[in-house]
């Protein structure tokens, strides 16, 4: 009777054993299940912020502002930008309106090996016969962009007073020319303008504009 009972008894500590076991083997791999979620969310966080960045940057789709420069740059003047390295100038045709204005026609031809755009006015300084320059101020019609495949040329106009002064006057010799939004300058030579003595003096107003590139495009 005392062996049954003691069985009994060792039947209940074991079933007992086993119930405890199983909570907390329950408790355990909840326990774990959370410390293995945390584990796998900074995994996950840690994949999303170091992971993401090439990603990004291989699709283009990580930086808004980065891909829409780069789209800004390309799509408003078809590639890069005119360099007066790359360009060749020369005087295409002269003009008088009226007696009071010349308007001379400067080429501009893309010598490089890739197509560029240009948009707005360029720098133009005119050199004088035995010395000196004056700069043309921009005039007020609007620009536009063009884009010159290998080859091709454009054209500006600056606009300088007749000179019907009676006298000589001062020869302009050369046009030292700044692309739009380039920093370097190309030389146009023999530009064949004319201006009064007064009209080429720095001490004196000026009349000289030039006109925005963009024209005569072939």
Known sequence: MRTHKSAAIA??????GLSL??????????????????ASASAT????????SPQAKADGSGSDSGGGSAQAAGGSGGGSICHASDL????ASSKTTGGAEVLTTVRLTNNG???????GFPGVDLNFQ????????????????????????????????YNNSGGTGVN??????????????????????????????????????VGPVGGNVD
């Open 11 to 16: 039947v209940v500590a074991v079933a007992a």
């Open 21 to 38: 076991t199983a909570c907390n083997s329950d408790g355990s791999t909840s326990g774990g299940a959370s410390a293995s979620g945390g």
């Open 45 to 52: 966080a840690a994949a999303g912020t170091n992971g993401g």
């Open 88 to 91: 060749s100038g020369v005087r």
């Open 113 to 119: 090996s890739s197509s560029c755009s240009m948009h």
């Open 130 to 161: 035995g010395g000196g320059s004056d700069s043309a101020t921009r005039s007020d019609t609007s620009p536009v962009s063009v884009t010159l495949s290998p080859g091709q040329s454009t054209t500006f106009q600056l606009m300088t007073p």
């Open 172 to 209: 302009v010799t050369s046009l030292t020319v700044t692309p739009p939004n380039d920093t370097h300058q190309l030389t146009v030579r023999q530009p064949q303008i004319n201006l009064a003595v007064t009209d080429g003096s720095n001490s004196s107003p000026k009349n000289i504009q």
